[in-house]
């Protein structure tokens, strides 16, 4: 794994900003050109799914299981500027259980925008029906890598409520069309990355400008969860390093998920040899 990495650990003011809002903002994580070449591959795998799905141009992709399908997004998984925040919250016996990539046209000319709440929810489905605590424990982040301009409202905005991950319920407005206290948007440029907490309560949101929003999400969680989407990496994993290797999923065997060995989990080991002991403590 690139040792630039340690350069962007999880610093503390980082630490306190996640655990009290329930998210990160990560300016300039990807450069212009990286972020460029990546949506480049983004309108190519758009255009074949549309076209496989005969989909119309304004309607919404949101498409499981992209990670496998180009190179250049092996490259996020361990990006030196985002995973070690990652690894700083959830610790090392990691895994990626989830990828999505999802792409939001601009509305046909004629289409009429009914005011309408937007469709908040906690991510991981069942976990928040059959977890008991309160709140239920995070088992899981994602990263959004923003591909295109966000920096006003109105573009398909990713919205969350900061704090709401310590709340199992919201509380609606009676009105059926208005949005929770404390929705905001998160409006930030091409090359952002957003890291949020899985229980946060968050959206998205109607695009109506004249540009097509383009996010790809990583969803980070502890090894022990399956995974949430197919995980079709087959044919990177021969070519990976032993740490990308543990986040697509390798274990020595089903017990390794739970009770991990050396060879389970090669990020404590890294972890260990360059940050030290204190750093793989739990």
């Not at 295109?148 to 509380?171: A, W």
């Not at 208005?178 to 929705?183: H, L």
Request: net charge negative; hydrophobic share 35%.
């Amino acid at each position: 794994m690139d040792t630039a990495c340690l350069d962007y650990c999880l610093t503390e003011d980082e630490r306190l900003e996640f655990e009290r809002n329930g998210f990160l903002i990560v300016p300039d994580a990807l450069t212009p050109q990286m972020t460029s070449d990546i949506e480049a591959v983004v309108d190519r795998i758009d255009a074949h799914h549309r076209a496989e799905a005969k989909m119309k141009t304004h309607e919404w992709v949101h498409k499981l299981d992209f990670v496998g399908q180009d190179e250049v997004f092996l490259d996020l998984l361990d990006w030196h500027k985002t995973f070690p925040k990652v690894w700083g919250i959830l610790g090392w016996n990691i895994q990626l259980y989830l990828t999505h990539m999802d792409v939001t046209p601009p509305p046909p000319p004629d289409a009429e925008q009914e005011k309408q709440r937007l469709g908040w929810h906690q991510d991981s489905g069942r976990l928040n029906a059959e977890l008991e605590t309160d709140p239920r424990p995070r088992v899981s982040v994602k990263i959004g890598y923003f591909l295109t301009d966000t920096t006003e409202t109105g573009r398909g905005n990713f919205y969350v409520i900061p704090g709401s991950h310590l709340q199992n319920k919201l509380e609606f407005p009676p009105d059926d069309v208005s949005d929770p206290e404390g929705a905001t948007p998160v409006c930030v440029p091409p090359g952002t990355a957003v890291i949020f907490d899985r229980r946060i309560w968050h959206s998205r949101s109607p695009n109506e400008s004249d540009i097509t929003r383009k996010v790809l999400f990583y969803g980070y969680s502890y090894r022990w969860l399956r995974p949430r989407d197919d995980m079709t990496v087959d044919n990177f994993i021969d070519r990976c390093d032993p740490i990308r290797r543990q986040l697509l999923g390798f274990s020595t065997s089903w017990h390794g998920y739970t009770s991990p060995t050396d060879e389970d989990v090669p990020l404590r080991s890294w972890l260990a040899e360059h940050l030290g002991d204190e750093a793989i403590a739990s």
